[in-house]
Structures are given as structure tokens and as C-alpha cells.
């Protein structure tokens, strides 16, 4: 069964920092390629941050400088460091799991609020 399980949403000041969390089945994590999204109320999903299937990695623009996606393969989860938060990055965040057959994996989502 695929499961990607994220955690580490919450509330957050402007200029914040929070780390989300997405843990894949073992499966998944090592076959997949792996990325964040979000989605703002009224806008269409978004890619934040993803690996490519050569190991580098594409951010948004909003996000260069400021978000990091890394992983631990030895726990099969990657993360998305967030820092210097605005509240226009308020959103519901994806883990994505895309894999070479074209079908791709979500997480249930984890709200992200930047507000003062």
C-alpha cells in the first residue's frame, strides 16, 4: 500500500521558519521522484521544490533562497526547509511522489499559515 504521510504544518510569524516532513513507503521513496506542491485557497496546485531523475533539484521562483528540499534515504522521507516565511506562502503543502510510469502519489496535505 502507498503512503506518503507529511507533518510540520502549523501557524507561523512572517520571517518563520518551519520543516515539513513527508515519510514514503520504502517502495515508493526509492523509485520515485520526489517534490513538494501547494495549494492556496482559490489557486490552482503548484510546485514548490523537486528532485529531478538526476538528483538535482527545480524550485519555484517564489521560493529560491528561501525553501530547501533534501532527503534521508536511510528513513525514506524527504523535507522541505521553509525559511523567511511570508504569508503569501500560506497554503495547504503535497508531498508528490511521481514515478516512471507516469502516476504519481499525494500526501494528504498539511496546512501552512503565515500570519501574524
Known amino acids: 500500500q502507498v503512503q506518503l504521510v507529511e507533518s510540520g504544518g502549523g501557524l507561523v510569524q512572517p520571517g518563520g521558519s518551519l520543516r515539513l516532513s513527508c515519510a514514503a513507503s520504502?517502495?515508493?521513496?526509492?523509485?520515485?521522484?520526489m517534490g513538494w506542491y501547494r495549494q492556496a485557497p482559490g489557486k490552482q496546485r503548484e510546485l514548490v521544490a523537486r528532485?529531478?531523475?538526476?538528483?538535482?533539484?527545480n524550485y519555484a521562483d517564489s521560493v529560491k533562497g528561501r525553501f530547501t528540499i533534501s532527503r534521508d534515504n536511510a528513513k525514506d522521507t524527504v523535507y522541505l526547509q521553509m525559511n523567511s516565511l511570508k504569508p503569501e506562502d500560506t497554503a495547504v503543502y503535497f508531498c508528490?511522489?511521481?514515478?516512471?510510469?507516469?502516476?504519481?502519489?499525494w500526501g494528504q496535505g498539511t496546512q501552512v499559515t503565515v500570519s501574524s
Open positions: 508528490n511522489a511521481g514515478m516512471r510510469s507516469g502516476v504519481h502519489y
Open positions: 520504502g517502495s515508493i521513496f526509492r523509485n520515485a521522484i
Open positions: 528532485y529531478t531523475s538526476g538528483g538535482n533539484t
